[in-house]
């Protein structure tokens, strides 16, 4: 049958004497591929468990578990092409749910090895479960940080139980989530601890065990074919299907992936797949994190890359191990170069080469002191009256200190809208020199007096809503809270109060006379007898006792005056009169231009005084602000009806607010308006027209930018151990440069691409030069590191110098934030392009960079200047620069590789990466996505001594490379004794430094020892295999390989695994 052809076809390329299978295919007991698949799958893992992992046999049950995997997908694509489906059988129901029970199985079977493997690992010595700070996530209520810092935590058991209830559907899903456990765990803990040393442990336990079980079963390869045709239909169509990251992801992969040379050779192909830890031990000593481009596509298939600086990390640090191992005059090495600019240049396209969304804070700042200005002079009362109007009246000159600059709302606003401040301090101290000039000028129940105050403290309350009370800007403005206010303003009314009582005291005795002369007509007149009522009547009308009236004024073309009747009398003569309150209209008070006024609005003046009844020319009424909008009164036109808000003095010449309105009315009735009226304030008539308004003076820049400065003073500080004849200080002005301790500035340098940047830590005067110590920071060029090296844009290293300078050296100021800094805030007065960033010391001598806590805190005295901070409301992402070095050692390889024939450089590249043959079937697949399966050969293969030989001169120097190994295995526990908190990196990396500086002497001894150790293993494996296998890296395996056993069989010994490897 059809079926039969393809299960021979299978098991043609299992060249193994396994009887029970073949007499199985011959009588035809097999229904399915899937069957013998199984068969297969067990026989082979049933050899792996046999034997140890470097036998022959372990390896070519390996290696066949390989081609069983490339064989299953060709006979799937056959199918496809036969249009027959070799995974179902059209008749059989029963074997359907079989396939998919085993399919499912097989899966659960892996996941469940992989987790024991992890549950089930010991501390070697003491026997303790690694696993146990993994099995449950911390408590919620214990750790809340946590879950602030872990986005998505997960445990062992959530694990455990989605394995359970076959929620992953791919063994991916869970390797997934066993690594995010890892990398939470490393996250959060501090690098050193337990359970950060347990989670590199537990991880490297689970990646053994899986590649112990083998190429794991493609789910897609299981599904039907057509649906796979589909699928690869549709991954042609990118652009279409894809989301802008992952565009964005293909985009940069495919560009490292397809870039060839100026020969047409394509640089990738040996960074495609690394070697196993079997074939290539000393490569995984030496390089802690490993990494291939195979690594970096499943990890993109699996959208685990949030963005395009998480792919660049992968593919730099692919790069860097390559640089790292093999040596710089190698073609690996000049390949890695090359592809690692490619990966820059197109990431910039991409991406743009400036900070992502880095906030413009000089804009930020004018932006919040210009709310925060408009909000206070727009702040307003219950009637849409502006506090800041009565303020227009006090003068930009202090009369008690004509010597300060003239200050006042319109020279500050022109300030705000210049840009000039760039301080919220400096801005605050005008806003309430303004203020607390208004309250000096006026009396405390003046609405002067009351509306400074309001304003000050709504300054203070928005201040605090824009700043986030320092969230979003840290300034020494925040210091002055509402408490200081009120005990401020009430310091300030128990000094004035008792002198204010003594003037009410005079005032009361003056209107009283006043009073007593208004009543007396001429001469005698207090003879006169009066007959006073509650109404009387006139001309038909009647008014009342609390009525307002219109009296005829004094002189002609005046409007009417406002009176309000508290009195009515009839004089022995007969004729009638009023007493009342007179209100004024806005132009009989003497106010600025500038103040506006409620349309009808008037005043109660301090004013009374008696008109005849024959002078009232009609009936009005005055309401209370509060009720005029709302309310309006019965039988009057509206032209009648007036609002009053305040008070107005005549003496004073002074407004105040009325709080309390005490105008009984007499018979008026009033109803509710269908619609409130709207608030409208009108100009005074005497505003200065627009056309009429004079040209405005341009103050002097320097004289206004001086103004907005912030003041600052020489702090002089005592030193106990000071060098005699120098005044120390802790702020200081020199060549009209502040500085103070801590601050960083750039120091001229000659021979320097980049001026070095010190740090202030003391500053002193002496015979009129002024001088400075602290460290010396360092710009990338001035270190040694790989080419491949990545350095964040303006990035400064802490070097090992203390210098004491000149300040005559000093060419200007910067900043230098850590990491954490850098990325969430910014002093408010610096430039962006001299704000610096340092995470890492410099150690010259080992040639390492190693980050480092932070720099020294100084606590300085309150006379000091603070820096403004402005934090960001979302952290920035800082981007990465290419080494200084990359192009220039680019050009010194190609240099080298320019005369080379095509010829010699195919052979270097062979050389390079030479570890025998390890080349599997090459499958085509119709898959645009998928990665093109290259032969097995490690992107990082050659050791550092044997890097760009020819064959021939590496046949002569084969023991290098265990000379450098027996060194390594000698030198690093020493390293270690000496370093015991670096990385496996840097000891690495200290490790190879030792070696190239070793002399030739010294070399040639371990040279030597290790030609020997390496002539023993060569008889120890030629007594155990009399034809080794080919391929095998020599020196690769260690230890006696066991004899294979027959067919692959397991040991008797040893019960068989019944079914699918757990």
Request: contains cysteine; proline residues 6%; glycine residues 4%.
């Amino acid at each position: 049958t059809h079926t039969h052809t393809h299960i021979s076809s299978l098991f043609s390329h299992l060249r193994l004497p396994i009887l029970p299978c073949r007499n199985k295919m011959k009588n035809n007991e097999y229904e399915s591929v899937e069957h013998i698949d199984s068969d297969l799958t067990l026989m082979l893992e049933n050899a792996k468990r046999y034997n140890v992992p470097h036998s022959s046999i372990y390896k070519r049950a390996l290696k066949l578990q390989h081609i069983q995997q490339m064989k299953r997908k060709e006979l799937l694509q056959r199918a496809e092409d036969d249009g027959d489906s070799m995974l179902s059988s059209a008749t059989s129901d029963t074997s359907s749910t079989k396939r998919k029970s085993y399919k499912k199985n097989t899966r659960k079977n892996r996941m469940k090895a992989l987790l024991m493997a992890v549950t089930e690992a010991r501390e070697a010595g003491t026997g303790r479960r690694l696993c146990d700070l993994f099995m449950v996530k911390p408590s919620k209520k214990d750790y809340p940080d946590y879950y602030k810092i872990i986005l998505e935590p997960v445990d062992l058991r959530t694990i455990e139980h989605n394995i359970r209830s076959d929620k992953y559907m791919t063994e991916d899903s869970m390797v997934g989530d066993m690594k995010l456990m890892f990398r939470n765990a490393r996250h959060y803990n501090e690098e050193g601890s337990q359970v950060y040393n347990d989670s590199d442990i537990l991880e490297k336990i689970m990646e053994d065990k899986r590649r112990d079980l083998g190429p794991a079963t493609d789910d897609d390869d299981m599904t039907s074919p057509k649906l796979k045709t589909r699928k690869n239909s549709m991954s042609l169509k990118k652009s279409k299907y894809l989301t802008p990251l992952q565009q964005k992801l293909n985009e940069l992969y495919e560009a490292v992936k397809n870039y060839t040379d100026k020969r047409g050779r394509r640089l990738s192909t040996i960074f495609l797949r690394l070697p196993s830890r079997a074939e290539l031990p000393d490569y995984y000593i030496a390089i802690k994190k490993p990494v291939d481009m195979e690594k970096i596509k499943s990890h993109m298939l699996a959208n685990k890359y949030q963005d395009v600086d998480a792919l660049v990390e992968d593919f730099v640090l692919m790069f860097n191990n390559a640089c790292t191992y093999n040596e710089p005059k190698s073609l690996i090495y000049r390949d890695a170069l090359l592809l690692h600019r490619v990966l820059l240049e197109t990431r910039r396209d991409l991406e743009g080469g400036e900070d992502a969304h880095l906030p413009d804070v000089p804009r930020l700042i004018q932006e919040l002191l210009r709310s925060l200005f408009v909000s206070v002079l727009g702040h307003q009362d219950d009637e849409g009256r502006c506090y800041s109007d009565s303020l227009a009246e006090i003068p930009a000159a202090d009369p008690v200190n004509p010597e300060k600059p003239p200050l006042n709302f319109e020279i500050i606003r022109k300030n705000v809208d210049r840009g000039r401040y760039k301080r919220l301090d400096v801005f605050q101290d005008h806003m309430f020199e303004v203020l607390e000039k208004a309250r000096r000028l006026n009396r405390t129940d003046s609405e002067i007096f009351e509306d400074a105050v309001e304003l000050q403290q709504f300054f203070i309350r928005i201040r605090d809503e824009l700043c986030k009370n320092g969230e979003i800007l840290m300034s020494p403005a925040l210091s002055y809270t509402s408490k200081h206010l009120h005990s401020d303003v009430e310091k300030e009314k128990k000094g004035k109060l008792p002198k204010e009582f003594e003037e009410d005291k005079i005032k009361r005795e003056e209107e009283k006379r006043e009073a007593e002369k208004r009543e007396d007509s001429a001469g005698s007149s207090w003879q006169v007898q009066r007959t006073y009522s509650q109404d009387c009547s006139f001309k038909d009308s009647m008014y009342h006792v609390g009525d307002y009236v219109y009296v005829e004024p004094a002189e002609p073309n005046l409007q009417p005056h406002i009176i309000y009747i508290e009195r009515l009398w009839q004089d022995d003569t007969g004729e009638k009169w009023l007493y009342g309150c007179w209100f004024y209209r806005p132009n009989e008070t003497f106010h600025l231009a500038t103040r506006k006024f409620l349309e009808k609005e008037v005043f109660k003046s301090d004013y009374y005084n008696k008109a005849p009844i024959s002078k009232i020319l009609g009936k009005c009424v005055v309401m209370f602000v509060k009720e005029y909008f709302k309310l309006y009164p019965e039988g009057f036109r509206s032209e009648d009806v007036y609002v009053c808000e305040s008070r107005y003095s005549a003496k004073s010449k002074s407004f105040k607010k009325i709080k309390l309105w005490a105008m009984p009315l007499s018979s008026v009735r009033f109803a509710t308006r269908d619609v409130p009226l709207p608030v409208v304030r009108v100009a005074s008539m005497f505003a200065i027209k627009q056309e009429e308004k004079p040209p405005e003076v341009l103050d002097e820049s320097k004289m206004a930018d001086a103004m907005t400065d912030k003041d600052r003073e020489d702090v002089t500080l005592d030193v106990t151990n000071g060098e005699p004849g120098c005044q120390y200080h802790e702020q200081l002005c020199y060549n009209n440069l502040w500085l103070k301790v801590g601050d960083c500035v750039y120091i001229g340098s000659h021979g320097l691409v980049r001026p070095r940047v010190g740090r202030i830590e003391k500053m002193w005067m002496r015979d009129g030069a002024g001088y400075f110590f602290g460290p010396i920071f360092i710009h990338p060029e001035e270190t040694e590191h790989e080419p491949t090296k990545m350095f964040y844009k303006k990035e400064v290293f802490l070097s090992n110098l203390e210098e004491t300078c000149p300040m005559t050296c000093i060419i200007g100021k910067c900043v230098v934030a850590s990491f954490k800094e850098y990325l969430s805030c910014r002093p408010t007065e610096v430039p962006e392009e001299n704000v610096l960033l340092c995470e890492s010391r410099y150690i010259e001598s080992e040639k390492l960079m190693k980050k480092f806590k932070g720099l020294k805190r100084f606590s300085l005295s309150g006379k000091v200047v603070e820096d403004e901070i402005y934090y960001f409301r979302k952290l920035i992402v800082p981007q990465k620069e290419p080494s200084p070095l990359l192009d220039k050692k680019i050009v010194e390889l190609e240099a080298k590789f320019a005369d080379m024939t095509d010829e010699e450089l195919e052979d270097l590249g062979d050389d390079d990466g030479d570890l025998g043959d390890h080349s599997l079937p090459q499958m085509q697949s119709s898959m645009s996505s998928d990665m093109d399966i290259m032969p097995y050969t490690p992107p990082q293969s050659t050791p550092k001594s044997l890097k760009g030989l020819s064959k021939k001169e590496r046949a002569t120097r084969k023991i290098n490379m265990s000379g450098y190994i027996l060194f390594s295995s000698e030198m690093r526990a020493v390293i270690k004794a000496q370093h015991p908190d670096f990385s496996f990196g840097d000891l690495s990396r200290l490790v190879g430094t030792e070696w190239r500086n070793l002399d030739s002497s010294r070399k040639a001894e371990y040279e030597e020892r290790a030609a020997k150790v390496a002539e023993q293993q060569e008889r120890d494996r030629a007594h155990h295999h009399s034809s080794p296998r080919a391929g095998t890296p020599i020196g690769a395996l260690m230890g006696v390989v066991p004899p294979p056993a027959p067919m692959g069989m397991l040991n008797p010994s040893m019960t068989p695994v019944s079914g699918n490897p757990s």
